[in-house]
């Protein structure tokens, strides 16, 4: 090949630019290799520690919560019932009956012919509901056109659309100062008033823009010259009173836990028969606690349904076609509303089928009653040495996965050559943290009771880490000693807490294995800043050196055209 043609020119430009980067750049990406490598081990080193460091969270805690308080149930039967034991619970032993399950009190009314048209109870009816500690208040308006059939749609859709409102009083002119409270679902607020001498149109207007503009949860109105008061969420209840002055009482906007009816019942219309129609009230909360009770307000509606004031007080029992209640509720202890359990022998009611204040830290959820012929429940709370060991298995899985990533990459061998932690005094402290954490005795605890992992069947093996060596040795341990055991970790100076607070000073943004990386990656960063402008270099004289032999080129052209134009004059000099 021409050494001064274009290709020539070329490849000796690119051995030229070959050598250079050899040469010049080579070692450089060498050690920018082994700063990758290592900035890279210290990432897995530190995820692993992390995940370490949460599974010794829960191992080194001592509150109430700590995993070696769990607690598990055993019952004899699961038909009637299930149990759950928090941490807290006592390891003990129940005996149960389920004898009635909670039920939502149901009013009924009566079966009415459906096209029979009504037509004396034109205007407005209102009645009173109320469950527990809450009450809304009804109104359905009439217009004389009505069937039976679209008079119980209207009273089921008036209870279940429902928002708790309060109206006004016209009270003529108003003088006085204090301060209104506003409750809505437990947030309280209060404004303050002065109205001297104000009259009854001014006082409103000037009330709904100051509820409007201070109290949230509700809409202030002024609704035919009167106050109204709506709150937006059925679920919520109001209460408005007087912290200071008269105006709520004055006004008789003054009202405690007034919760829209929708939130407290549900209403049902349907049609027993094709020609009956029925409608029912279903309290939204079981028990005797929140039995439903109704009063009629004003308007002869509920009369008409078969909700007489006999049926409502005496709580007469009602059926296919009769108005009443579907389940008595004479007293608190003689209902078919409330949940009843034989507990050790004692009779036990609850307004739900979930009793979760009869053992400290147990629950009871009940699920279907019991006939004579049924054994009685038995129930055991226990430890939960499944769910610990399986705690304890995860610590040793994160344990092992760290010790051994920094113990092979500090190990040299034969086949994998020098390891990459090999030498870094970091590394090997951390590692010998874990050997001396993973096989002392702790210091500190009382002298008869557990005092190492390798006492309670956990084992330690430098090349691969802790192992459960003994199953039966470490179920036994938890099982009659969970409190020693969960010194070995959670003590002062037990494992998972002195392992916790060394890994403390390695992790974070200021810890050790941070300021390691952060090192290597400015050494990465400095040799790409080097490696970029040595490049750059060596481009620039590859081109310097094309341009001569470029040069070189032309005149070698130059004298190969004059030779060739004395050769044609016969001047035979070549």
Request: aromatic share 6%; no cysteine.
């Amino acid at each position: 090949m021409d050494l001064l043609s274009t290709s020539g020119i070329n490849q000796l430009v690119d051995q030229f630019s070959s050598y250079e980067r050899y040469k010049q750049i080579t070692h450089l990406q060498t050690r920018k290799s082994k700063y990758s490598n290592l900035s890279s081990a210290w990432g897995t080193v530190r995820s692993n520690l992390t995940s370490l460091k949460t599974s010794l969270s829960k191992l080194k805690s001592t509150s109430t919560s700590s995993l070696f308080g769990a607690k598990k149930t055993d019952l004899s039967s699961s038909s009637f019932l299930t149990a759950t034991a928090q941490n807290g619970a006592t390891v003990s032993a129940y005996n149960l009956r389920v004898n009635q399950l909670a039920k939502n009190d149901l009013l009924v009314s009566s079966s009415l012919d459906s096209n029979t048209d009504v037509t004396t109870l034109s205007g407005t009816h209102k009645f009173k509901i109320t469950s527990g500690d809450y009450h809304g208040n009804v109104e359905v308006e009439l217009t004389g056109t009505e069937t039976n059939d679209t008079l119980m749609e209207k009273i089921a859709s008036a209870i279940n659309d429902d928002k708790a409102a309060v109206t006004s009083t016209d009270i003529g002119s108003f003088t006085g100062a204090g301060e209104l409270k506003f409750d809505v679902g437990g947030t309280e607020t209060s404004i303050s008033y002065d109205k001297t001498g104000q009259s009854y149109a001014d006082l409103v207007d000037d009330l709904v823009t100051q509820i409007n503009d201070n109290v949230s949860g509700v809409l202030a109105e002024n609704v035919d010259g009167n106050l109204q008061i709506t709150v937006s969420n059925s679920d919520k209840a109001l209460t408005i009173s007087d912290a200071s002055g008269s105006l709520a009482s004055n006004l008789g906007i003054n009202v405690t836990n007034e919760k829209g009816a929708s939130a407290i019942a549900t209403a049902s219309d349907f049609n027993p028969t094709t020609s009956k129609s029925k409608f029912s009230i279903s309290a939204d909360k079981s028990g005797y606690d929140n039995r439903l009770i109704i009063e009629n307000v004003s308007g002869g509606l509920l009369d008409h349904v078969g909700l007489t004031s006999a049926v409502l007080t005496g709580r007469e029992t009602g059926g296919d076609d009769d108005a009443g209640f579907m389940f008595s509720a004479t007293s608190e202890t003689d209902n078919a509303l409330n949940a009843k359990l034989l507990f050790n022998g004692i009779n036990i009611q609850r307004n739900d089928n979930t009793f979760d204040d009869l053992v400290k830290d147990v629950s009871f959820s009940l699920k279907a009653t019991m006939e004579d012929t049924d054994s009685d429940v038995n129930v055991a709370i226990t430890h939960d040495t499944d769910s610990i060991k399986s705690d304890i298995e995860s610590f040793i899985e994160s344990f092992n996965t760290s010790y051994t990533y920094i113990k092979n990459n500090y190990t040299s061998s034969e086949t994998a050559g020098r390891g990459l932690f090999t030498g870094d005094s970091v590394a090997l402290s951390l590692m010998r943290n874990f050997q001396v954490t993973a096989m002392q005795n702790i210091s500190g605890l009382e002298a008869n009771d557990y005092k190492s992992l390798r006492e309670i069947g956990i084992s330690f093996e430098p090349s691969t880490g802790l192992s459960i060596s003994d199953s039966s040795k470490l179920t036994t341990a938890l099982e009659d000693s969970s409190d020693q055991v969960a010194s070995i970790f959670n003590s002062d100076n037990g494992v998972a807490k002195s392992l916790y607070d060394t890994l403390e000073n390695y992790l974070g943004s200021n810890g050790t294995i941070s300021n390691i990386t952060n090192q290597y990656d400015n050494n990465i960063s400095y040799l790409n800043d080097k490696i970029t402008a040595t490049e750059e270099r060596i481009d620039k004289s590859a081109e310097v050196l094309r341009a001569k032999y470029q040069a070189m080129q032309t005149q070698y052209a130059t004298i190969l055209n004059s030779a060739n134009y004395i050769s044609s004059l016969g001047g035979g000099l070549f």
